[in-house]
């Protein structure tokens, strides 16, 4: 991480999900604060550190029309993949739920499975959920307490919870469909945080599906 005296809300995150980082100095005059990426002790990649922030505003558009989404925006899904967290933000589990729903949306086959823990928690993702139902092959699964009656969408399966113990988690699963690019989060609500996982391992997203079908 290179940056000037001030700390960075990346900073915060790489906290949050127990990736290690070194802070290095910028001066003044030099540019923004930015992330250096190794892999292997080889260079990855730069992204500047408010392409980084910008997940705590993911842009809210419908699936297949995020071409505008920053370079960070994906990358950090990909640094943090099979992680866990320890600490985050609704808005920010939109984003990385937005970035699962947008994989599914570009497969356009398989089966994608959500739990919003509560109806009315899906209500403002309706319309998005209606255009990945129409213009793709997907079975989509929607899980939630029934404290609001959502639209009947051709493809939307609705799934009742209630005294369980789903009602506390916001899970998001993808089977990966014909690309085979699975992936999943599980997070559980702790007061107005969240803690958990998300991941790209198959096998993993496996169970988490297996748990949301038989629940």
Same mark, same amino acid.
């Given at each position: &991480? ?6 960075? @809300?990346? @900073? ?11 802070? +290095?100095a910028l001066p003044s005059t030099g540019p923004g ?16 550190? $408010? ?10 558009? #419908?699936?297949? @029309? +995020? ?6 925006? %994906? ?5 943090? !993949?099979?992680? *866990?967290?320890?600490? &985050? ?8 739920? +937005?970035? /699962?729903?947008?994989?599914?949306? %570009? $497969?356009?086959?398989?089966?994608? %499975?959500?739990?919003?823990? #509560? ?10 959920? %209606?255009? *990945?139902?129409?213009?793709t092959d997907l079975a989509v699964h929607v899980y939630?307490? $029934? ?24 899970? *998001?699963?993808?089977?990966?469909? !014909? @690309?085979?690019?699975?992936?999943? *989060?599980? $997070?559980?609500?702790?007061? !107005? ?7 790209? !391992? ?5 169970? /988490?599906?297996a748990a949301l079908a038989a629940s």
């Open positions: &991480m290179y940056r000037g005296d001030d700390p960075t @809300e990346v @900073e915060s995150l790489f906290a949050a999900h127990g990736v290690e980082y070194e802070v +290095r604060p930015f992330v250096l990426i190794e892999t292997d002790g080889e260079f990855a990649g730069a992204i500047g550190a $408010a392409e980084l922030e910008g997940l705590f505003e993911p842009p809210i558009v #419908r699936p297949g @029309e +995020r071409d505008e989404v920053s370079p960070g925006y %994906r990358a950090i899904f990909e640094l943090f !993949d099979d992680t *866990l967290f320890a600490s &985050m933000r609704r808005r920010a589990l939109l984003a990385v739920s +937005r970035e /699962i729903e947008d994989r599914a949306y %570009r $497969a356009g086959t398989g089966t994608l %499975r959500a739990s919003f823990q #509560r109806f009315s928690a899906f209500r403002p993702q309706v319309d998005a959920y %209606r255009h *990945l139902a129409a213009d939630g307490t $029934a404290d609001w009656e959502p639209p009947t969408i051709p493809d939307i399966t609705y799934h009742v919870t209630g005294g369980d113990d789903l009602d506390r988690f916001w899970v *998001l699963a993808f089977d990966g469909g !014909d @690309e085979g690019h699975a992936c999943g *989060l599980v $997070a559980k609500e702790e007061s !107005d945080e969240y803690t958990g996982v998300w991941t790209d !391992d198959a096998a993993v997203v496996e169970e /988490i599906l």
